[in-house]
C-alpha cells in the first residue's frame, strides 16, 4: 500500500497562549473535518498582547505572527494561515512566502459576499471594532456590512468560552436577531475564533447563514492547495534582503504547539 502523502499547514494564533488554550483553537476543526492528507499544526505568536484590545496590541501581533511563520516554507509548510480575525501579519508573510498565506478574516468576508448581499460580525465587546474595521477598509467590503453587534463581553484567550455557554449564547443570539431583524443582514460571521464553540448553537437557532472563520479559513488553505495557487509576487513583493535575524531568539525551542 502507498504511504499517504500529507500537507501540513500551519495555523498561527497571534497572541501568546497556553498549551490548554492552543488545544482548544485546535477544537475548531471538528473530527474529520481536517483531511487524512493534510496536517494541521496550530501555533501561537511567540510574544505580544494578550486581547489584541488596540492598534498597540496589533502592531506587536503583525510583528510576531511574522516571526512565526516567515520560516514555514523551510520546514515544509504547505500553507500559513492566520487564525484570527485580525489578520496579523499576513501581507508581510505573502512577502517573504511562495506558499500559500490565508488571513481568516479576508476569506470570511469573501465568502459572506458569496452567501448574501450584507452580513454582519457578531462579536464579543465593543474593542474589537477596529480589526473589524481595518480588514473591511482594506478589502473594501464596508458597503456589504450591515452591522457589528457587539454583546460587551471581554473575551478570555486562554478558556474562551468554556464554562460560559449559558451565559454567553443567549447574548449572542439576542445581538444574532437584531442584526438580522433590525439591520437587515442576511449572513452572520462569528466576530472571533475564539468564539467557535457558540457555532452550533447560533446555525442551528438563526434563519440564515452563520460562518464560523477558523473553519473557512482551513477550507480556503485546503482549496489553494489543490488548485495550486498562491498569492501573486507581482502584488506581493518579495523583499530584495531579509532581516530575519532581527526576530533572533522570539522563537525558543519547545514553543508551543497543537497539531491536528
Known amino acids: 500500500m502507498t504511504k499517504l502523502s500529507q ?8 497572541v501568546p497562549v497556553p498549551d490548554a488554550a492552543l488545544a482548544s ?7 474529520g473535518f481536517v483531511r487524512p ?3 494541521v499544526d496550530f501555533a501561537c505568536a511567540p510574544r505580544g498582547g494578550a486581547t489584541l484590545d488596540s492598534y498597540y496590541e496589533g502592531t506587536l501581533a503583525d510583528a510576531f505572527c511574522l516571526a512565526a511563520g516567515m520560516a514555514a516554507e523551510e520546514e515544509g509548510y504547505a500553507a500559513v494561515c492566520i487564525n484570527s ?41 465593543d474593542r474589537w471594532r477596529w480589526l ?26 486562554a478558556a474562551l468560552l468554556n464554562g460560559k455557554e449559558d451565559e454567553i449564547f443567549p447574548l449572542l443570539e439576542t445581538a444574532a436577531r437584531r442584526a ?25 437557532t ?11 479559513a482551513y477550507k480556503a488553505c485546503e482549496m489553494l492547495l489543490d ?11 518579495s523583499p530584495e534582503k531579509r532581516s530575519d535575524h532581527a526576530f533572533a531568539g522570539l522563537l525558543p525551542s519547545g514553543a508551543s504547539e497543537e497539531k491536528l
Open 180 to 204: 438580522i431583524e433590525e439591520d437587515g443582514a442576511n449572513v452572520l460571521i462569528l466576530g472571533s475564533t475564539t468564539m467557535h464553540q457558540s457555532y452550533e448553537f447560533l446555525a442551528k
Open 85 to 125: 480575525m485580525s489578520d496579523s501579519g499576513v501581507a508581510a508573510l505573502r512577502s517573504c512566502l511562495s506558499i500559500p498565506v490565508i488571513g481568516t478574516a479576508q476569506a470570511t468576508y469573501l465568502l459572506a459576499c458569496q452567501l448574501g448581499s450584507k452580513f454582519s460580525i457578531i462579536s464579543m465587546w
Open 132 to 157: 473589524y474595521e481595518k480588514v473591511l477598509g482594506e478589502q473594501r467590503l464596508d458597503h456589504r456590512l450591515a452591522s457589528i453587534r457587539s454583546i460587551g463581553v471581554r473575551p478570555d484567550a
Open 37 to 39: 492528507d493534510i496536517v
Open 25 to 31: 483553537f485546535a477544537a475548531q476543526l471538528p473530527t
Open 206 to 216: 438563526m434563519p440564515v447563514p452563520v460562518l464560523n472563520p477558523g473553519m473557512i
Open 227 to 237: 488548485l495550486g495557487l498562491s498569492h501573486s509576487k507581482s502584488s506581493y513583493y
Open 7 to 14: 500537507k501540513r499547514i500551519k495555523m498561527i494564533v497571534p
